[in-house]
């Protein structure tokens, strides 16, 4: 049995990344969201959505890869906003603190206003 | 319900596998009675205790096994994850500003999430050897 496949899509509005981000946020499977997030930047994006589904199931090696992601959006000085969240995985966002880098949005339409 | 009900799966030491006790532990506790969120908080512990199992404990053999055990008491549920080796991985406390620092390595949430999550943890060897986290987490009411 393996963790349930990750599907990545990448797509754009407005001035706006967007990484699309479905099924297990683990280790492995996580390296294809910095793969996203590394084709993203470099095609110069300076806003970033990472557009999760509520059905996601995340573990702290998923975490700890968003966590990369957080820490070279901060050195690429990008802005890196999230959403698709359950409520429990906002929380567990919250809990380890990576909400102090990203902030969390309850919609893509929330989360596109005033990037 | 009657209480010390036990129930016990073993899983391998394989990434993925963690999703059955999860999934055991959440139908247990939403025949006790927890509330959806105490559900999902309970899933989460349960997948990194399990992991936790494999990675430091088992050291991701996939020869061995991590055993879970439910005990079911009137007004708790007490999960125990037991694995076959030696380690239970980072006890501190993670930081998360160290690792966005790039200070720290990003991994190392587990037992964390773990602690805060649940309203009891203890970890223990195993008289059989090996490691034991119990997590016990109280049915509100």
Known sequence: MTNRDIEISISKKDDVSIINIKGDVTAIAGEAIE???QKVSADGANKILLYFDKDDYINSGGI????GVASEGMKNKQKIRITGLSSHFQKIFHMVGLTKYTEIFPSEESALKEF | MTADKNIELHIPSVMGYEKIAMECA????????FT???IEDLKT????ACLNAMEHGNKMD???????TLTVEESRLQVTV???GKGVGEIVSPSIESKIEGKDKTRGWGIYLIKSLMNEVKFEPSPEGGNVIKMIIYLEK
């Open chain 1, 64 to 67: 700890a890869i968003l966590i």
């Open chain 2, 82 to 84: 037991k694995d076959e």
């Open chain 2, 45 to 48: 512990a349960v997948a990194e």
């Open chain 2, 36 to 38: 959806e969120d105490r």
């Open chain 2, 62 to 68: 996939t020869s061995t096994k991590v055993g879970i």
């Open chain 1, 35 to 37: 793969e996203a997030y």
């Open chain 2, 26 to 33: 959440a139908s247990m506790a939403k025949k006790m009675g």
